[in-house]
């Protein structure tokens, strides 16, 4: 068996980056100070506040997630220096800004693998608007996600036909603008660039003169993007948030042949086996309602209720025999990876251990799991076959195994791919433990 090469995620590493100010053509410097005027917004979900420090000198102490810091004025010296702190903190990211005098900036902070990233922009008004009309591009704050259309339409108009007010936005990039616009209200939906497969689907006023950016992020789905729009000076910053959520399910009734599952009153998934993970299907978020049937009894054996949240990705596992079986949902957080890795974590969705550990060529890296758990993230290289096995914590007893191989063709449950984010969860309950080990991105 070969020994596991694997490094454990962290987010710590500091990056030292020069990021030249993306302008606009026209923009308007809407204050009298000649001084640049900077804000942060937190665009980092692992990160629930963030700390500034600009040449030194703290400027912002707690920007929360979600969140954007009103301007302050700075002194003109050309360029600066400007740091990211974890609340605890440690360095996430250092960056050079270069600042021209009498400007607003912008500067998105969001997650790359091992560290932090920024978008830096100059975030003014608009020059020579027409009268009534307004203007909005967009930037992608995420490593995770894939790159995305944007239109901006009637509320019940139909994309089918239409080209994208803003295309193709990438990671870590920013748009021109559009086009002008009427203000009054529109129907925003993102789609994949190049499909019209809707994955963010909001309506929204804008207003008359103004200049708007969209930024787009993760709140843990690898698909699904929240957005946050943003306007100049200190316009404010409005979190929109995503009206759809991902999820799939584990079965892991054993003494269950089939499983038929219905979201709310309508069937989702059928036929089922134990032991086996669906692929995801995407449903409106909020309260939602499942019951799990067993198909050769003709009967539910067990339901949910679960509030899924918008822009977010979760596995929904049954527990236990039918006789006395229970459902969890557990999300899926998904984060940036790096080169020639895959991100891996480990469930106990077991009906009944309490506690359980996971070791992975011969090492320890899940110890005293809870049940309806997930561990932390550990990244493993993709170019190595991997043993593996679940063991109860209280005795040490063998749960299940598994096994990981490099060859596509001789794997027992998957094929490592770099980049991907995999589950490895055991289900099941005494006598009748299994692994499950699925991608979840």
């Known amino acids: 068996m070969q020994a596991a090469i694997f490094k454990r995620w962290a987010a710590g590493a500091a990056l030292l980056a020069s990021l030249a100010g993306l302008s606009a053509c026209d923009l308007k410097k809407d204050d009298d100070s000649i001084k640049p005027w900077f804000r942060v917004v937190n665009l980092m979900p692992e990160q629930a506040s963030l700390g500034v420090e600009l040449d030194d000198e703290s400027v912002f102490s707690t920007v929360a997630f979600e ?13 600066s220096v400007l740091d990211v702190n974890s609340a605890s903190g440690s360095l996430l990211g250092r960056f050079t800004l270069s600042a021209s005098q009498e400007t607003h900036y912008s500067i998105v902070v969001y997650p790359i693998a091992g560290s932090a990233q920024a978008i830096y922009f100059q975030d003014e008004g608009y020059d020579d608007l027409d009268s009534g009309k307004f203007v909005i591009r967009s930037l992608l704050a995420s490593s995770v996600l894939s790159a995305y259309d944007l239109y901006l339409t009637g509320v019940d108009e139909s994309i089918a036909s239409l080209v994208p007010t803003v295309s193709g936005v990438t990671a870590g990039s920013l748009s021109s603008f559009s086009d002008e616009l009427s203000a009054g209200t529109y129907r925003l939906r993102l789609t994949p660039s190049g499909s019209k497969t809707v994955l963010f689907d909001s309506t929204q006023s804008f207003g008359s003169g103004a200049t708007y950016t969209l930024a787009l992020f993760s709140r843990g789905s690898a ?41 709310d009153g309508v069937t989702t998934y059928q036929s089922i086996p134990f032991g086996s993970a669906t692929d995801y299907v995407t449903r409106a978020a909020g309260s939602r309602t499942l019951s799990f049937l067993d198909e050769d009894a003709g009967r539910d054996y067990a339901s949910l209720s679960a509030t899924l949240e918008g822009g977010r990705d979760y596995t929904l596992f049954t527990q236990g025999l039918a006789s006395a079986a229970t459902a969890v949902a557990i999300e899926n957080r998904h984060a940036p990876i790096s080169s020639g890795t895959v991100r891996t974590s480990f469930i106990n969705a077991t009906g009944d251990q309490s506690a359980v550990d996971a070791i992975v060529n011969y090492q320890p890296l899940a110890a005293s799991l809870a049940r309806n758990s997930r561990s932390d993230a550990v ?4 170019s190595v076959q991997y043993d593996g096995a679940f063991y109860a914590s209280a005795n040490s007893a063998l749960l299940s195994s598994f096994k990981i191989d490099t060859d596509s063709t001789t794997y027992d449950y998957e094929t490592f791919v770099a980049g991907g984010d995999y589950s490895m969860a055991v289900v099941g309950t005494a006598g009748s433990y299994k692994s499950v080990v699925f991608k979840t991105n």
């Open 67 to 79: 969140t954007a810091t009103s301007f302050v004025e700075r002194d003109w010296s050309g360029s």
């Open 223 to 263: 698909t699904l993007p929240t957005a946050m729009l943003l306007t100049p000076n200190d316009g404010g910053a409005t979190v929109l948030p995503n009206s759809l959520s991902r999820l799939r399910v584990v079965q892991g009734t054993p003494d269950v042949a089939k499983t038929r599952v219905s979201l």
């Open 379 to 382: 990244e493993l290289y993709a």
